[in-house]
T-cell receptor
């Protein structure tokens, strides 16, 4: 149980375009989802925390207008990288908690974004 | 501020034992996780400790001392596939995960 999927697993796009990444909890209801970014040889960096039906909470330094997060249902959250630039190229990983107050985060397989 | 420290890199020999330490200073404590992350992949859960003591799970064991703000992950009978980064993460008083930078473990034949 507790499977999280992400789509796409990798994407290459041109500078200036927008990219949407989906995160789904397949066999549980995720009241909270998290979006992370990881640059090569660096640790996970939390970008934002998303609660179903409410606005996402962004970490300091993360532009909310550039990284749009929508958590419209208990099984789906999306991250849209708007007007992507080469410096946005990274490994984006989502995770989900399966119940309120549950601490363990179940991770999706990640999406590798390359902006040309 | 909140801080989690773990060694940046460790090297061990196949078949041996290695201990990866993690010390933390956080606002509140609601447990500590260890995750394994292979290069280019997402983290996978290894263990969760909230009470003091040792939790054993196959070749992997995790220890916690809340009074010392200290945990370690013990890997026995090392295999080449254990080469990965090991991430320590603490659940703080706001139930958020505070991540360490990870320890890259290199296994040599």
């Amino acid at each position: 149980g507790a499977v999280v999927s992400q789509h796409p697993s990798w994407v290459i796009c041109k500078s200036g375009t927008s990219v949407k990444i989906e995160c789904r909890s397949l066999d549980f209801q995720a009241t909270t989802m998290f979006w992370y970014r990881q640059f090569p040889k660096q640790s996970l960096m939390l970008m934002a925390t998303s609660n179903e039906g409410s606005k996402a909470t962004y970490e300091q330094g993360v532009e909310k207008d550039k990284f749009l997060i929508n958590h419209a249902s208990l099984t789906l959250s999306t991250l849209t990288v708007t007007s992507a630039h080469p410096e946005d190229s990274s490994f984006y990983i989502c995770s989900a908690r399966d119940m309120p107050g549950g601490y363990e985060q179940f991770f999706g397989p990640g999406t590798r974004l390359t902006v040309l | 501020g909140q801080n989690i420290d773990q060694p940046t890199e460790m090297t061990a020999t196949e078949g041996a034992i290695v201990q990866i330490n993690c010390t933390y200073q956080t606002s509140g404590f609601n447990g500590l996780f260890w995750y394994q992350q292979h290069a280019g992949e997402a983290p996978t859960f290894l263990s969760y400790n909230v009470l003091d003591g040792l939790e054993e799970k196959g070749r992997f064991s995790s220890f916690l001392s809340r009074s010392k703000g200290y945990s370690y992950l013990l890997l026995k009978e090392l295999q080449m596939k254990d080469s990965a980064s090991y991430l320590c993460a603490v659940v703080d008083s706001n139930y958020q995960l505070i991540w360490g930078a990870g320890t890259k473990l290199i296994i040599k034949p």
